[in-house]
T-cell receptor, first 113, second 115 residues
Framework: AQKVTQAQTEISVVEKEDVTLDCVYE???????LFWYKQPPSGELVFLIR??????QNEISGRYSWNFQKSTSSFNFTITASQVVDSAVYFC??????????FGKGITLSVRP | DTEVTQTPKHLVMGMTNKKSLKCEQH?????MYWYKQKAKKPPELMFV???????INESVPSRFSPECPNSSLLNLHLHALQPEDSALYLC??????????????FGPGTRLLVL
């Protein structure tokens, strides 16, 4: 069975601070994909990134960066110079061969001005 | 651009009502999904349609009835719901299903309150 653990439940930072959201996963599959989604208060889940199990290169997109480490089964997400608009719930997810997503419990990020 | 639309945004219904939630995507995707999300919880998969056929039903009660009239549209018919069915209902789509690499794109959701 697949499992995604987001041990942090709530994080509060002041604007311009850097923040890292942790994600640890478990799977027996050799090929798998990991995702991060953002859910602002409006409710829509916004897709942020997809990473496959064979690509351990870190990814940077503007203020966002992702660190995938297969050795520790982790796929962490860092927001640099956080902004109030980054306040949301962030979900890490793992897909299976039926395209079913296993979500973590989510991390509520609050960025204070 | 990804675009999945859902109507209505909000819905209040009584336990004896019949209502429908609608979802539409214009990305040419062939798989569509319904999720239920309770407050402070992750989304839970309810149904998956692949090429307009129901491929996954996660043991959802029969008071929820999905329908996929064509590859762009997905409905969820609601009948005799219970107050505990109050939740955010999210629709998603992906290019196809049954593979590990599909990215699901979500709509804004319908907030349902059952009185």
């Amino acid at each position: 069975a697949q499992k995604v653990t987001q041990a942090q439940t709530e994080i509060s930072v002041v604007e311009k601070e850097d923040v890292t959201l942790d994600c640890v996963y478990e799977t027996r599959d050799t090929t798998y994909y990991l995702f991060w989604y953002k859910q602002p208060p409006s409710g829509e889940l916004v897709f942020l990134i997809r990473r496959n199990s064979f690509d351990e290169q870190n990814e940077i997109s503007g203020r966002y960066s992702w660190n995938f480490q297969k050795s520790t089964s982790s796929f962490n997400f860092t927001i640099t110079a956080s902004q109030v608009v980054d306040s949301a719930v962030y979900f890490c997810a793992l897909s299976d061969y039926n395209s079913k997503l296993t979500f973590g419990k989510g991390i509520t990020l609050s960025v204070r001005p | 651009d990804t675009e999945v639309t859902q109507t209505p945004k909000h819905l209040v219904m009584g336990m004896t009502n019949k209502k429908s939630l609608k979802c539409e995507q214009h990305m040419g995707h062939r798989a569509m999904y319904w999720y239920k999300q309770k407050a402070k919880k992750p989304p839970e998969l309810m149904f998956v349609y692949s090429y307009e056929k129901l491929s996954i039903n996660e043991s959802v009660p029969s008071r929820f009835s999905p329908e996929c009239p064509n590859s762009s549209l997905l409905n969820l018919h609601l009948h005799a719901l219970q107050p505990e069915d109050s939740a955010l209902y999210l629709c998603a789509s992906s290019q196809s299903s049954g593979t590990v690499q599909e990215t699901q794109y979500f709509g804004p959701g319908t907030r349902l309150l059952v009185l």
